[in-house]
């Protein structure tokens, strides 16, 4: 007999199960007092996917931590590493050790804005075990932190059917690419995702044990809140969805409103407030500055964060653009980019049989729940134009939601067609095979399935060029471990060589933590021919885009290039002849002819090189040349049209030599790539001089924007406001 064609029911005193008895009643058992609750079909119940769930989850538990020894340090993991350890002193000194919110110690100011419970464990087990290798353990409790996700999403599918949802959503979440990349190295997202949905299993076990909830429940649930708290101030988000909830159950459902206005209203307010309250307890109890002043240092961090202060130069939609300037559509569009097909297939058969089972119990209300907790937190930071980057790190957690939902929407097609073999294993064959392809992408391009692209977006290939890949610099570890087996011999014998890269902190910690003769040194990718490196790694983020798709990098000087879906996310290049160094070194000395000499013949090896033209273009600037400085700037922009350095100096050329026209239409095309402040000074004082006061004010405005303690902005701002008078 198949469960969703059955109105089952229980009475309101059955409703005061024991935890288990909760656990293990299904969502439909739940509605009325008058019939009683049927059985799952004979598979559905069949203890086989309860077993094959735990071996799944097993299996993961084993493989995950020891594979996330594979993927490299992230961007933001030394920081992130630093604030644990400087939390870790605060307790440890009885708060006398603020260094926690030192701006002298970190590279960022705002850190203390975060929750620290994860980074702080680390930091514990690290200084129990007196360890070197600190981000492997990152890495190992990150990966268990995937696990404990992995489980908690297998329980909210759970929670709407059985077993068979459960067993469902657990292949769907581990053939996740995106979430299964970051359960590795990104010990932040990972961890709140996981309390956001431990705390939506035991939303939906309150709501199904209303009027009377057990302590079990409430103690679970207040953990799982005040975990998701203490990860991100986002997880306050929590708190306000248990009461929008249980409001919307009193409303929603004839009996439970019955129960309450039948003399449970107090009790269960006092056992709510005692969630509440004891969740946020917890939530703060590792996070010095909350401690500090328990109300309002809180508060002050959630509106810290809802305006994130850093804008982030990245890559989107094939331009360079701003984090504070990203369109409204920005989440959604990763999504639909970024999740397998298998996902959507699912959200278009939960709608399918939602509108079958609309009137089925419970069914409607648990639904509407996770939709809303899946949806609402990309609304809300629409309406808030909310600063974003990084894809759709920061909201990784609506992701488990969505694939829980999925699953019952697929069990309940298998439910449906129960008695029809040919449909239901039809349909079972399908999933499976779309299963397949995330799980080929994932196996070919181990360690990078973070940035994984669908098949609707042509995969990486597709993506190259267009979006941020590796944002996160997680190729760094495969080109570090490359390099040291290739030259070992030299890096054995203690022979000095120089490693120039943007990822310092992965380079130093992947190569001179083991070899002290090879010298980590910070080299821009634009400024590579500047700085003194035999070797150097870059990743991709941050270069020009039609630099990217032109082939210019990793250009003429790539020695190993770390490949994901056979386009370039990172490479290791060596420097030989040394005519780019020589050139900029003479350059400095103010030996014009030499450096002029050494660029040449640079370029005349490596024509691929933007950053020689660049400097080249630079000297025939000072020497008056200044159409072959434009040549070299024009040699650039054929290949990157939209390249922003080269269009900025081409068009300062232009305001040098008083030709207003050319400059302005020059400077134009960078603003419309994207809002860069210096560029929008210039067009104000370019509009200033052509007399347009209005459109010079609407440009400085922008400017001040972004960057509203630049004084020489705030400077023409006056001159300009003063003659609009």
Not at 79 to 108: M, N, T
Not at 691 to 719: M, N, R, T
Request: charged share 20%; proline share 5%; with cysteine.
């Amino acid at each position: 007999m198949s469960i969703k064609k059955t109105k089952p029911s229980v009475s309101a005193k059955n409703q005061q199960n024991t935890p288990n008895q909760t656990e293990n009643t299904t969502v439909e058992t739940l509605k009325t007092p008058q019939k009683p609750a049927p059985a799952w079909s004979d598979i559905a119940a069949s203890p086989l996917f309860k077993t094959l769930f735990w071996v799944l989850l097993g299996v993961m538990a084993i493989a995950m931590p020891y594979l996330s020894f594979d993927y490299g340090v992230s961007g933001d993991e030394n920081v992130h590493r630093l604030y644990g350890e400087k939390v870790l002193d605060y307790f440890l000194s009885f708060g006398a050790d603020k260094s926690y919110c030192d701006p002298k110690v970190f590279k960022v100011n705002n850190l203390f804005y975060y929750g620290v419970s994860f980074d702080l464990l680390v930091a514990i087990i690290n200084k129990l075990r007196g360890t070197t290798a600190v981000y492997e353990t990152r890495h190992l409790v990150n990966a268990l932190s995937g696990v404990f996700l992995f489980m908690g999403v297998g329980k909210l599918a759970k929670e709407l059917g059985g077993w068979r949802t459960a067993f469902i959503a657990l292949v769907l979440i581990i053939l996740s690419p995106a979430i299964f990349g970051h359960s590795m190295n990104n010990l932040k997202d990972i961890p709140f995702a996981a309390g956001y949905i431990w705390t939506l299993v035991y939303t939906l076990r309150f709501i199904k044990e209303l009027p009377t909830v057990s302590n079990r429940t409430l103690l679970m649930l207040a953990l799982a809140m005040a975990l998701t708290l203490s990860i991100r101030i986002g997880g306050l988000l929590v708190f306000p969805y248990l009461v929008l909830f249980s409001a919307t159950t009193w409303l929603f459902l004839p009996h439970t409103r019955a129960a309450f206005l039948a003399g449970g209203t107090h009790s269960f307010a006092a056992k709510l407030a005692l969630v509440l309250v004891g969740a946020y307890i917890l939530g703060i109890i590792t996070w010095p500055y909350a401690l500090e002043s328990p109300i309002s240092h809180p508060l002050e961090a959630l509106g810290a964060m809802e305006k994130f202060g850093t804008s982030i130069r990245m890559l989107f939609e094939g331009k360079m653009i701003f984090s504070n300037e990203v369109p409204w559509y920005y989440i959604p569009k990763y999504f639909l980019m970024t999740s397998p097909i298998v996902i959507f297939v699912g959200i278009i058969t939960t709608k399918i049989m939602f509108f079958v089972h609309r009137r089925n119990g419970y069914m409607p209300l648990l639904l509407g729940i996770l939709a809303f907790a899946a949806t609402f937190p990309v609304v809300y930071a629409i309406y808030k134009q909310s600063p974003l980057y990084d894809g759709m790190r920061h909201f990784l957690f609506i992701y488990p939601v969505i694939v829980a939902i999925c699953a019952y929407g697929f069990d309940s097609v298998l439910d449906y067609f129960n008695e029809n073999n040919g449909v239901k294993y039809g349909f079972t064959a399908v999933i499976g095979l779309l299963c397949l392809l995330p799980l080929k992408w994932m196996i070919q391009n181990h360690p990078h399935q973070y940035i994984y692209f669908n098949e609707f977006m042509g995969g990486e290939k597709g993506a190259f060029g267009e979006y941020e890949t590796d944002y996160w610099m997680n190729s760094t570890r495969p080109m570090a471990k490359w390099f040291m087996e290739t030259y070992k011999k030299d890096l054995e014998s203690g022979k000095k060589m120089y490693i120039g890269s943007d990822c310092i902190d992965q380079i130093d910690y992947e190569i001179h933590r083991r070899y002290p003769n090879a010298i980590p040194t910070y080299v821009p990718y634009a400024n590579r021919s500047d700085k003194k490196w035999d070797y150097a790694i870059f990743v991709t983020r941050f270069i020009d885009p039609d630099l990217l798709k032109s082939g210019w990098f990793p250009g003429d000087k790539a020695i190993h290039t770390e490949l994901v879906d056979g386009v370039p996310v990172g490479a290791v290049l060596a420097r030989k002849e040394g005519f780019d160094l020589r050139g900029s070194e003479a350059l400095k000395a103010n030996n014009l002819a030499l450096a002029d000499s050494c660029y040449t013949a640079e370029l005349a090896k490596y024509p691929r090189n933007e950053a020689v033209r660049f400097n080249l273009a630079n000297l025939y600037t000072q020497l008056g040349k200044v159409e072959e400085a434009k040549k070299q700037y024009n040699a650039v922009l054929a290949v990157a049209p939209n390249h922003t350095f080269a269009l900025k100096q081409l068009g300062m050329i232009y305001l040098k030599a008083n030709d207003m026209k050319g400059a302005e239409d020059i400077l134009l095309r960078v603003y419309k790539n994207g809002k860069d402040p210096e560029t929008g000074y210039y067009l104000a004082i370019i509009y200033m001089q052509k007399g347009d006061v209005e459109s010079a004010a609407h440009f400085i405005d922008e400017v001040l924007l972004q960057q509203p303690d630049l004084q020489a902005a705030l400077d023409l701002q006056k001159q300009i406001y003063s003659r609009r008078r």
